[in-house]
């Protein structure tokens, strides 16, 4: 059994509300530095940047789960995480035909730019991002584990976004792997807080990263048997064969 840290919460410069400075090499380089050994890649609505950030870790140790934070039609921010590259393909496809056909403000939101392992401008994604999808709550939870991914409610206690402000219960017929807290909030007084939350329910925590030097300040501690994956970050949530996820 070994501990990985991970922050299952970053975002790149393709999300308008994050710096530029968020590029492959330096998200690397910082999370190294900082001694995490599990990342994911989650951009608002979008993927473009998540397989070069694992690119960019290429024989670092460092492992790089790629996703998104999905907004749905319920204005909840739901963390979409897998490890195949076709998985995350087929998801944008179908997030895609959700995804309402209006252009981002640069002025107002910022850029999304889309960037090669080494940071360099590839393009910029010209949708409005940052906006509710026509996707359901729990049809994305269905369609993300078809694909074998992860799901995962983004910080449950924010006021905006977040599922417990949002809707004030936990849906009865939602099927999340964990839920992420943010990092103003312990997984103690989440219970306290929320009481219709599922008492299995894994809580953790995430940084939510817009900047460099925010990674890895709040994360998760994953024991593990095997090496990271979707598939062993599943089996600790679930507390199988003695490995188990905790905030530290």
């Known amino acids: 059994m070994r501990e990985y840290r991970a922050d299952l919460h970053i975002h790149t410069a393709l999300s308008a509300c994050a710096e530029v400075e968020m590029i492959p090499p330096l998200i690397v380089d910082e999370a190294l530095s900082r001694g995490l050994d599990i990342i994911a890649i989650t951009d608002h609505n979008a993927t473009g940047n998540a397989l070069a950030v694992r690119e960019a870790a290429t024989a670092t140790g460092l492992t790089v789960l790629v996703g998104m934070e999905l907004q749905t039609r319920e204005e909840v921010d739901l963390l979409c995480i897998f490890d195949s590259q076709l998985a995350l393909e087929a998801w944008q496809r179908a997030v895609d035909a959700t995804i309402p056909p209006l252009?981002?403000?640069?002025?107002?939101?910022?850029?999304?730019?889309?960037?090669?392992?080494?940071?360099?401008?590839?393009?910029?994604?010209?949708?409005?991002?940052?906006?509710?999808?026509?996707?359901?709550?729990?049809?994305?939870?269905?369609?993300?584990?078809?694909?074998?991914?992860?799901?995962?409610?983004?910080?449950?206690?924010?006021?905006?976004?977040?599922?417990?402000?949002?809707?004030?219960?936990?849906?009865?017929?939602?099927?999340?792997?964990?839920?992420?807290?943010?990092?103003?909030?312990?997984?103690?007084?989440?219970?306290?807080?929320?009481?219709?939350?599922?008492?299995?329910?894994?809580?953790?925590?995430?940084?939510?990263?817009?900047?460099?030097?925010?990674?890895?300040?709040?994360?998760?501690?994953?024991?593990?048997?095997?090496?990271?994956?979707?598939?062993?970050?599943?089996?600790?949530?679930?507390?199988?064969?003695?490995?188990?996820?905790?905030?530290?």
């Not at 940071?119 to 991002?129: S, Y």
């Not at 074998?148 to 976004?161: F, K, S």
């Not at 894994?202 to 990271?228: C, K, N, R, V």
């Open 103 to 248: 252009l981002n403000d640069v002025d107002r939101f910022g850029p999304q730019f889309v960037v090669d392992r080494e940071g360099n401008f590839v393009g910029e994604d010209p949708r409005l991002l940052q906006a509710p999808t026509t996707m359901g709550l729990e049809d994305a939870a269905r369609e993300v584990h078809a694909l074998g991914g992860l799901v995962i409610p983004a910080h449950i206690d924010r006021q905006h976004n977040g599922l417990m402000r949002t809707l004030g219960i936990w849906p009865p017929d939602l099927e999340a792997d964990a839920a992420e807290l943010s990092p103003n909030m312990r997984p103690s007084e989440a219970r306290r807080q929320f009481s219709t939350l599922p008492p299995a329910l894994t809580l953790i925590s995430s940084s939510d990263a817009h900047w460099l030097e925010w990674m890895g300040t709040t994360m998760t501690i994953f024991q593990l048997d095997d090496t990271p994956s979707v598939g062993a970050l599943r089996q600790a949530l679930c507390g199988e064969s003695g490995q188990r996820a905790y905030v530290p």
